[in-house]
T-cell receptor, first 112, second 114 residues
Framework: KNQVEQSPQSLIILEGKNCTLQ??????????LRWYKQDTGRGPVSLTI?????NTKSNGRYTATLDADTKQSSLHITASQLSDSASYIC???????????FGQGTTLQVKP | DAGVIQSPRHEVTEMGQEVTLRCKPI?????LFWYRQTMMRGLELLIY????????DSGMPEDRFSAKMPNASFSTLKIQPSEPRDSAVYFC????????????FGPGTRLTVL
């Protein structure tokens, strides 16, 4: 069964600290993996998209990694800011049906 | 570009009433998606269109749900009759080759069915 699991479910960190969010998937066949940021009351916004051949991709203070062999991805946030408080959703796309399989998300709270 | 536009932003209705949610995709995008988000189930794809044609509606929960896309700039998601368990945030998203198939989401419609 195609599934995407994220951990932790929620996380609280202090402003300025780094953190890493995890995403494990069992989706096959794999097309790409995306990380979205969703602020409270708003729609998700894409942070990164990675294909099979990409191991790492950065977007400012956000760095995503992908290990297609172990089917794991991580999103690392460097020098967190209060505005990083949001839900982060991992999404995997299948290459046969083109369907997006969504993780449940990790809720990050950055405290001053 | 105004992005994906959804209306209304909030809708409160009573059980049994008809609800219509509206979406205007980004101009030039040829794919449109309807999603539902709840705390319990997260984001779920309900249906998507390509060039105004429904491609996959396997996520539509029941016959009470229907979606249309009469033209490239407008889509509706209708629930009739609505039930309390339909309470959720409904997102519309659009994409196209020009954006490398990255989906852009609207602000969502928060639906509460009493």
């Amino acid at each position: 069964k195609n599934q995407v699991e994220q951990s932790p479910q929620s996380l609280i960190i202090l402003e300025g600290k780094n953190c890493t969010l995890q995403c494990n998937y069992t989706v096959s066949p794999f097309s790409n993996l995306r990380w979205y940021k969703q602020d409270t009351g708003r729609g998700p916004v894409s942070l990164t998209i990675m294909t099979f051949s990409e191991n790492t991709k950065s977007n400012g203070r956000y760095t995503a990694t992908l290990d297609a062999d172990t089917k794991q991805s991580s999103l690392h946030i460097t020098a967190s800011q209060l505005s990083d408080s949001a839900s982060y959703i991992c999404v995997v796309k299948t290459s046969n049906t083109g369907k997006l399989i969504f993780g449940q998300g990790t809720t990050l709270q950055v405290k001053p | 570009d105004a992005g994906v536009i959804q209306s209304p932003r909030h809708e409160v209705t009573e059980m049994g009433q008809e609800v219509t949610l509206r979406c205007k995709p980004i101009s030039g995008h040829d794919y449109l998606f309807w999603y539902r988000q709840t705390m319990m189930r997260g984001l779920e794809l309900l249906i998507y269109f390509n060039n105004n044609v429904p491609i996959d509606d396997s996520g539509m929960p029941e016959d009470r749900f229907s979606a249309k896309m009469p033209n490239a700039s407008f889509s509706t998601l209708k629930i009739q009759p609505s039930e309390p368990r339909d309470s959720a945030v409904y997102f519309c998203a659009s994409t196209g080759r020009a954006t490398n198939n990255e989906q852009f989401f609207g602000p969502g419609t928060r639906l509460t069915v009493l």
